[in-house]
């Protein structure tokens, strides 16, 4: 069974970090591509940053580039969304997801491309200026 939690959010003032938290199982790392998203009041659920880990391929929305990493843990199952110099914007609810890697540098972006079911609960991260 394919599970993903997500974990690490909370409160942090502009210009702050926070580092996010994706623990998958239930499936191979190097098989499947990690994305993270968001979705904030009102608006729809975009992509914020993806990986590869089986070429090392990682992707960001633009609004993020040059703020936020996606580092990665194999012996922890474990994908990371590192945030910094957070803004009022990044203010969201975001969740991990994975979606099986068809081929190389296989990156997905839109929440379309991931399985319904291989989603983990999202957490709330909340910016304040």
């Known amino acids: 069974e394919v599970q993903l939690q997500a974990s690490g959010g909370g409160l942090v003032q502009a210009g702050g970090s926070l580092r996010l938290s994706c623990e998958f199982s239930g499936f191979t790392f190097d098989d499947y591509a990690i994305g993270w998203f968001r979705q904030a009041p009102g608006k729809e659920r975009e992509g914020v940053s993806c990986?590869?880990?089986?070429?090392?391929?990682?992707d960001y929305v633009d609004s993020v580039k040059g703020r936020f990493t996606i580092p990665a843990d194999h012996d922890k199952n474990t994908v990371y969304l590192q945030m910094n110099s957070l803004k009022d914007e990044d203010t969201a609810v975001y969740y991990c997801?994975?979606?099986?890697?068809?081929?190389?540098?296989?990156?997905?972006?839109?929440?379309?491309?991931?399985?319904?079911?291989?989603w983990g609960k999202g957490t709330q991260v909340t910016v304040s200026s």
């Open positions: 997801a994975a979606a099986e890697a068809v081929g190389p540098r296989y990156c997905p972006s839109t929440p379309v491309d991931y399985r319904k079911d291989y």
């Open positions: 990986i590869n880990p089986g070429d090392g391929i990682t």
